[in-house]
């Protein structure tokens, strides 16, 4: 991978994107971020986790670091009281960042998200959530971001009024814009999700797509209609639950009992790599250019879909083979060992 090509020269050549997305749950699963506000404190607090991270995802497959700003925005630092840490979180995220792409040769994305504020048909909201994309756009270009990534809408609205953003703010940035898709196959504002990704397109998104909440399964069909309604790249970015018509989103899965498990309990209704590496080869026959996994990501995942698409990371030196195991392997590599003790 070649960072001085661009994202738009990538995709108009025809070419794929890997993308790695997660780092919030993936954090709160180590320990450095708190689930319920979902804050990304580790960016000040312990930032040499932050590009431990960035290069993980770099080694199992991703061509893009993604800057550690999703929800690092005003509203999510002041139900902290962190609001004042707001402009060092994000410089430092973007600093981490670009050493780590320029250092490992691949692109550097910024990162604006719902806004938790936003209100259509409210203008004191809207300029609100206007201003805060701004200000974190204007850091993105500041401190060298190749691209915008505008990530996690429920309403085309919101999404909408963020692309305007980076295509006012961000000097000509390629823009990567998602929806989030819930329960049902519409934004909150009443447009089918192709039909939303559509006007996204029109209105000069780069790629658009959908991205969180639903997994494989119930993310595929969505999908498959965004391909046909759409004339350019797509993405694809679902969480790695195994959601299903029923309970097609990781909010609405429930246990035994009928509670929710999000998102403590989420780990026990997580994917098997088979079924990541199932979602990333029907992605693949669908034309998906730009793929990767959002909540609940991790570098094992993110390494079966780059080698769906073709591609051989460094984690690749790891990938499993069990013909080397001295109970389950080839003839060459099976011991006298007793299996019977270890199957029924």
Not at 3 to 8: D, Q, V
Not at 235 to 259: D, F, K, W
């Amino acid at each position: 991978f070649n960072n001085s090509i661009g994202l738009r020269e990538r995709l108009q050549e025809g070419e794929d994107l890997i993308v790695a997305e997660g780092y919030i749950f993936e954090f709160e699963r180590r320990g450095y971020v708190k689930a319920g506000c979902f804050v990304p404190e580790v960016v000040i607090e312990h930032p040499e986790h932050v590009r431990l991270l960035h290069e993980e995802f770099v080694h199992a497959g991703s061509d893009v670091v993604l800057a550690f700003t999703y929800y690092g925005h005003r509203e999510k630092l002041k139900v902290i009281n962190r609001e004042d840490d707001l402009e060092k979180l994000n410089i430092n995220a973007l600093k981490i960042a670009r050493e780590v792409a320029d250092k490992t040769g691949t692109l550097m994305a910024g990162n604006i998200c719902n806004s938790t504020v936003y209100a259509s048909g409210n203008p004191d909201a809207i300029k609100k959530a206007e201003l805060m994309f701004k200000e974190q756009i204007e850091w993105a270009v500041k401190y060298g971001a190749d691209f915008i990534v505008a990530e996690t809408f429920s309403e085309l609205g919101e999404a909408m009024l963020a692309l305007e953003c980076i295509k006012k703010y961000a000097k000509g940035l390629p823009a990567v814009v998602s929806l989030m898709p819930g329960m049902e196959d519409v934004t909150l504002d009443g447009l089918t999700i192709p039909d939303a990704c559509r006007k996204l397109e029109l209105a000069g998104a780069d790629v658009v797509g959908i991205n969180c909440c639903r997994g494989p399964k119930t993310m595929l069909p969505l999908i498959k209609d965004i391909r046909q309604t759409c004339k350019g790249p797509i993405c694809a970015l679902p969480v790695p639950y195994r959601t299903t018509p029923e309970n097609p989103t990781m909010q609405s899965l429930r246990n035994e009992a009928g509670q929710m498990v999000f998102p403590i309990d989420l780990p026990a209704y997580a994917c098997s790599r088979t079924e990541i590496a199932e979602f990333a080869k029907e992605a693949k026959k669908i034309g998906v250019q730009y793929i990767g996994l959002c909540c609940g990501n991790a570098s094992h995942y993110l390494r079966v879909i780059a080698e769906i698409y073709g591609r051989t990371p460094p984690a690749s030196k790891y990938t499993p083979d069990m013909s080397q195991h001295f109970v389950w392997g080839d003839r060459e590599h099976v011991s006298n060992y007793n299996a019977d003790t270890l199957v029924d």
